[in-house]
């Protein structure tokens, strides 16, 4: 850690407007400033030019322009006191480790035309970084879904819930979809755009994740049945094909 940062009582926005001018560029759409612990060859491959090197193109040329921050430990703002109505409280950036209530892994926010995500890289490790990475992307693209895209995957759910499908790809996208089961209009509605949204961010988070690593897909009640899971892959890997030399599914790999 550089001598010259105080990281005291600055909060991520803080944070981010103070080193604007030293973030490193990585590509036309990434850079990043890193205000942890000094980052070797292996680390920036690791943590940065790995998993952005493995987004597939139509995705990265429709993501805005994203400043990465890495910084040692994030703090949850003291938001308990505040309205319903009022915004959260903002994070903080911190050097020590903040009480166990108050730790945040990562937060993300808009300066200017750029998008901001800040992780928090001590006590986590690669593996959980890179899914909130790719959580984050897919959820920025599912906010800006074309209407093919849109279309094409909503025809996927609909499907699956006339076949009663059980289980989904995440804790997210599975209270969602519970909520529209109990709700009168299982196929239309806001309770389905919701929950069609999350379940594309999820599925998309899986599928990126999945291309750049190789990752396992927990077994569980809740999951949705591989063959399900299969079709939702092929239709992602059709709409926004990996980059080249990259597979999504082992037999790929193989071949």
Same mark, same amino acid.
């Given at each position: 850690?550089?001598?010259?940062?105080?990281?005291?009582?600055?909060?991520?926005?803080?944070?981010?407007?103070?080193?604007?001018?030293?973030?490193?560029? =990585?590509?036309?759409?990434?850079?990043?400033?890193? +205000?942890?612990?000094?980052?070797?060859?292996?680390?920036?491959?690791?943590y940065l030019e790995e998993p952005i090197g493995a987004l597939p193109p139509a995705i990265a040329g429709a993501l805005p322009k994203i400043s990465i921050l890495l910084v040692p430990y994030l703090e949850r703002g003291n938001s308990h006191e505040k309205r319903k109505a009022e915004p959260p409280a903002a994070d903080y950036v911190s050097i020590e480790r903040p009480p166990e209530g108050r730790l945040s892994p990562y937060t993300q926010l808009k300066l200017g035309e750029e998008t901001v995500l800040a992780f928090a890289l001590k006590d986590q490790e690669v593996a959980e970084y890179h899914y909130r990475f790719y959580h984050l992307l897919a959820t920025l693209t599912a906010d800006h879904w074309t209407d093919d895209v849109e279309t094409r995957y909503i025809r996927v759910l609909r499907d699956?819930?006339?076949?009663?499908?059980?289980?989904?790809?995440?804790?997210?996208?599975?209270?969602?979809?519970? +909520?529209?089961?109990?709700?009168?209009?299982?196929?239309?509605?806001?309770?389905?755009?919701?929950?069609?949204?999350?379940?594309?961010?999820?599925?998309?988070?899986?599928? =990126?994740?999945?291309?750049?690593?190789?990752?396992?897909?927990?077994?569980?009640?809740?999951?949705?049945?591989?063959?399900?899971?299969?079709?939702?892959?092929? /239709?992602?890997?059709?709409?926004?094909?990996?980059?080249?030399?990259? +597979?999504?599914?082992?037999?790929? /790999?193989?071949?």
């Open positions: 850690m550089p001598a010259q940062i105080d990281l005291s009582k600055l909060s991520v926005t803080q944070f981010a407007e103070r080193f604007r001018g030293e973030m490193i560029p =990585l590509s036309k759409t990434f850079s990043y400033f890193c +205000a942890s612990v000094p980052m070797s060859e292996e680390d920036l491959k690791e699956e819930l006339s076949a009663d499908v059980h289980g989904e790809v995440d804790e997210p996208s599975w209270r969602l979809k519970q +909520a529209m089961r109990r709700s009168q209009n299982v196929r239309n509605g806001k309770a389905f755009r919701e929950y069609a949204r999350q379940s594309f961010a999820d599925t998309l988070t899986l599928y =990126l994740h999945g291309i750049c690593c190789d990752i396992d897909v927990d077994t569980g009640p809740r999951q949705l049945p591989s063959r399900y899971l299969r079709k939702r892959l092929l /239709l992602l890997e059709e709409l926004f094909p990996p980059p080249q030399g990259y +597979a999504v599914f082992p037999e790929q /790999l193989e071949a």
